[in-house]
């Protein structure tokens, strides 16, 4: 008999699997078949197959190689992102320490304020007006600049101020146009009625300034600064009594220093904090428009006279260089250690690399444009403590046969003075350098701040939300760009010759972004021209507020959507994973946990030497998309290979190790499977039930090629029977044949025998020669 492992083995006894909520043959489910999940779902088979379970059921299951692989490469990458968040907090940390103890940003910001709130509030009282006072701001002809400079910048310059000390003198520069030309624009009728000139920008500036002997000395002011051919200059000698400096701006007047064919005027001069060590440099322009308004405009811009102002400052400074040096260092040994692993060109098309790349670039720039700002500022301040005094004696006051003498002293200390003046505007772009690269070193220490949290699973999701928008983000800009020009120009043409914000395409930018933000008044627009007012606010709106700001929020949490959906899980929290950190620290120190075994970083490399290393590499960072989308995919966690203890054993893991990592790597699996969509579920459990079918293919082929041996082998012994038996036919049939001579007969008793007919010999059989 045979046993039942020899049987035939077909599908007849297959067993059809009933799924939960389903009714039994010939019953309606009154609820439906819709409330079935499918995590419920449970294939029973022989006790030789494995058990499939419901999707969820990770844990009883098993893993794959697969899944191990990319446990592995994702703790990988989440430790490795983990580790920059020290140093980038270092790097932090330092950084705002030096900014804030080289900047004190708030001593320098008072000491601007103060001197320009005091030029901005002075006022000079009109002759005549009783109460009628006239301040910077009402300024609106030529004719009152002087007036205003005399009665009430040079008294509040003149203030005695025991913090602010105003260096030597003021420096006072104009810009002159052509003196008069003819009004080219103006046709032969209108010229009638304006036969006075023009005095248009540019030109020659011709004759300047009244007639003058040749034995008089020369007004300075009215000679064009060296190097320039329509620029002059004066100084207000504000350290003087006021009375010297009325005179010369009296007489300045009188002679008509300033007239219609000055274009600008500007009045320079520095204070020096004495308490602060703060230098400030007031400016106030005077922009002549051709349209006849003066416009006026006061800046005061100071700087730190001293970086350091107490030798333990260097340590920040030095603390700071190390962070930065380490962060150098670090990037040096990465890029040496993938170039071992010739992986030199991955290792390139890395984003985080070139961050880095950019941040040493910029934090070199930083430290040199930096020290240079320093060595440059002692000597700033070396040319300052060696001004001096000014000269005893001025010209104006000086006697006839000292006003040479008196003019060449003046001449050197205003030179002095120059080079203060320009250093200190150097100084100021040198600032803004500065401070422009120091903005550019913070934005990208923010940018490793990111790559660090990409440690975190779930800031890692929210990372790699807005790097999948990028794209989209950067074409939606364009399309705002283009929208808020249109408006913009809109707005330029419709109410810029009524209101001022409006009335340049600088100030009509400006005034959009208010507008976008809702930080304006309307009926400015309602009082130029309420119809295209209404039309083109209801446009800008509708169009930017409504739509497009809208667009983009929708677009941004698409992509949170498609990257959930894409990896599978919202991330694990920081709570949880804090969690997990503690038991992995807490286990390390027990005796299962001391154990020698081998690195997880070996072990992963070990499993995944046969793929790609760009696929590893975008595990580590979550940039992979976990959905079973093809054949391939489903193929490759088909034919995966079961990893079970002894599978880890066998490359390097101690028992009590390899246990653990299979349930963690388990726990990991089904958190990701009871937090997946149900299409990933789906596609889970029908690339499981393949395998449970290929399983069970395997099994009945084993069995069907047994069966098959078996019946060759007693094909084979019947053809072996089948060949002795035609050989003993054979001779036996040979045997019954009689020779030549020899016949039968029967005797009485019908016994058979033989006789030869020519001797007559009988015999009951042949002789033995004869057969």
């Given at each position: 008999g045979s046993s039942d492992e020899d049987s035939p083995v077909g599908f007849d006894d297959a067993r059809r699997v009933q799924l939960p909520g389903e009714m039994p043959d010939g019953d309606e489910d009154p609820v439906g078949f819709t409330q079935t999940r499918a995590s419920d779902l449970i294939f029973d088979d022989d006790?030789?197959?494995?058990?499939?379970?419901?999707?969820?059921?990770?844990?009883?299951?098993?893993?794959?190689?697969?899944?191990?692989?990319?446990?592995?490469?994702?703790?990988?990458?989440?430790?490795?992102?983990?580790?920059?968040?020290?140093?980038?907090?270092?790097?932090?940390?330092?950084?705002?320490?030096?900014?804030?103890?080289?900047?004190?940003?708030?001593?320098?910001?008072?000491?601007?304020?103060?001197?320009?709130?005091?030029?901005?509030?002075?006022?000079?009282?009109?002759?005549?007006?009783?109460?009628?006072?006239?301040?910077?701001?009402?300024?609106?002809?030529?004719?009152?600049?002087?007036?205003?400079?005399?009665g009430a910048l040079v008294p509040a310059l003149q203030a005695k101020d025991q913090l602010q000390v105003l260096l030597g003198h003021v420096r006072v520069t104009q810009t002159r146009g052509e003196n008069v030309s003819a009004c080219e624009g103006l046709g032969d009728d209108l010229q009638a009625f304006y036969a006075s000139g023009c005095y248009p920008p540019g030109g020659v500036v011709g004759t300047y300034g009244p007639f003058r002997e040749s034995f008089e000395l020369p007004e300075l002011a009215f000679i064009p600064v060296p190097g320039t051919t329509n620029k002059y200059q004066m100084w207000l000698e504000v350290n003087r009594s006021h009375e010297l400096v009325s005179q010369r701006l009296a007489r300045l007047e009188r002679e008509g220093w300033v007239d219609l064919s000055t274009q600008d005027i500007t009045v320079q001069g520095l204070y020096l904090n004495v308490e602060a060590h703060v230098y400030t440099q007031f400016t106030i322009d005077f922009t002549f428009q051709r349209e006849g308004n003066v416009e006026t405009r006061v800046t005061a811009y100071p700087l730190r006279?001293?970086?350091?102002?107490?030798?333990?400052?260097?340590?920040?400074?030095?603390?700071?260089?190390?962070?930065?040096?380490?962060?150098?260092?670090?990037?040096?040994?990465?890029?040496?250690?993938?170039?071992?692993?010739?992986?030199?060109?991955?290792?390139?098309?890395?984003?985080?690399?070139?961050?880095?790349?950019?941040?040493?670039?910029?934090?070199?720039?930083?430290?040199?444009?930096?020290?240079?700002?320093?060595?440059?500022?002692d000597k700033f301040t070396d040319e300052v403590f060696n001004l001096g005094v000014m000269p005893e004696l001025s010209v104006e006051e000086a006697p006839d046969d000292q006003k040479v003498q008196a003019g060449v002293e003046a001449q050197i200390y205003q030179d002095q003075l120059t080079v203060i003046i320009d250093w200190f505007e150097f100084f100021l772009k040198l600032n803004s350098w500065t401070r422009f690269c120091s903005v550019g070193y913070a934005t990208f220490v923010v940018g490793r701040f990111f790559r660090g949290f990409t440690g975190q699973p779930r800031m890692s999701v929210l990372v790699q939300t807005f790097l999948c928008s990028a794209g989209f983000i950067f074409h939606y800009f364009?399309?705002?760009?283009?929208?808020?020009?249109?408006?913009?120009?809109?707005?330029?043409?419709?109410?810029?010759?009524?209101?001022?914000?409006?009335?340049?395409?600088?100030?009509?930018?400006?005034?959009?972004?208010?507008?976008?933000?809702?930080?304006?008044?309307?009926?400015?627009?309602?009082?130029?021209?309420?119809?295209?007012?209404?039309?083109?606010?209801?446009?800008?709106?509708?169009?930017?507020?409504?739509?497009?700001?809208?667009?983009?929020?929708?677009?941004?949490?698409?992509?949170?959507?498609?990257?959930?959906?894409?990896?599978?899980?919202?991330?694990?929290?920081?709570?949880?994973?804090?969690?997990?950190?503690?038991?992995?620290?807490?286990?390390?120190?027990?005796?299962?946990?001391?154990?020698?075994?081998?690195?997880?970083?070996?072990?992963?490399?070990?499993?995944?030497?046969?793929?790609?290393?760009?696929?590893?590499?975008?595990?580590?960072?979550?940039?992979?998309?976990?959905?079973?989308?093809?054949?391939?995919?489903?193929h490759r966690f088909e034919k995966s290979q079961t990893v079970t203890k002894e599978f880890l054993i066998s490359r390097g893991c101690d028992p009590s190790t390899a246990q653990r990592l299979l349930d963690t790597c388990s726990a990991w699996i089904h958190s990701i499977s009871t937090t997946s969509s149900p299409i990933r579920r789906l596609m889970i459990m029908v690339a499981r039930q393949m395998n449970h079918v290929r399983y069970e293919s395997d099994q009945v082929n084993e069995r069907m090629l047994r069966k098959f041996e078996r019946s060759a082998k007693v094909v084979d012994r019947v053809d072996l029977k089948h060949a002795k038996c035609l050989s003993l036919a054979r001779r036996i049939r040979k045997a019954q044949q009689l020779p030549p001579g020899w016949t039968a007969h029967t005797d009485k008793d019908g016994r058979r025998y033989l006789r030869q007919e020519e001797t007559g010999l009988t015999s009951w059989t042949l002789p033995k020669h004869m057969m």
């Open positions: 006790e030789d197959a494995p058990y499939i379970g419901s999707v969820d059921d990770s844990r009883e299951m098993g893993i794959n190689v697969v899944q191990l692989e990319e446990f592995l490469a994702v703790g990988r990458g989440l430790r490795r992102s983990c580790s920059t968040l020290p140093l980038t907090l270092a790097l932090w940390v330092a950084y705002v320490l030096v900014v804030w103890q080289h900047t004190m940003a708030w001593t320098s910001f008072e000491s601007a304020r103060f001197i320009r709130d005091g030029i901005e509030g002075c006022y000079v009282t009109l002759p005549g007006s009783g109460a009628n006072v006239m301040r910077l701001t009402d300024i609106t002809e030529h004719r009152q600049i002087i007036p205003w400079l005399d006279g001293e970086v350091f102002t107490h030798w333990a400052q260097i340590f920040l400074d030095i603390v700071w260089l190390g962070a930065f040096a380490v962060l150098l260092y670090q990037a040096t040994i990465a890029a040496f250690l993938e170039a071992e692993r010739g992986m030199v060109w991955l290792h390139l098309r890395d984003p985080y690399l070139w961050m880095d790349v950019i941040l040493v670039v910029i934090g070199g720039i930083v430290v040199v444009v930096f020290y240079y700002f320093v060595y440059w500022l364009l399309l705002l760009i283009i929208v808020f020009a249109c408006f913009t120009v809109g707005g330029f043409l419709l109410f810029g010759e009524e209101l001022q914000g409006w009335s340049t395409p600088g100030n009509a930018m400006g005034r959009i972004l208010l507008v976008f933000f809702m930080r304006f008044d309307y009926e400015e627009f309602h009082s130029v021209a309420p119809v295209s007012a209404a039309i083109w606010f209801s446009c800008f709106f509708i169009l930017v507020v409504v739509l497009l700001q809208r667009l983009l929020a929708a677009a941004i949490v698409d992509r949170y959507c498609a990257v959930r959906a894409a990896l599978g899980e919202p991330g694990q929290g920081i709570t949880d994973q804090a969690r997990g950190w503690l038991k992995d620290l807490l286990w390390q120190r027990t005796y299962e946990g001391s154990q020698k075994s081998i690195p997880y970083d070996d072990l992963l490399r070990m499993i995944a030497k046969d793929t790609d290393p760009v696929y590893v590499k975008k595990l580590g960072t979550l940039q992979v998309d976990r959905r079973l989308r093809s054949r391939a995919d489903l």
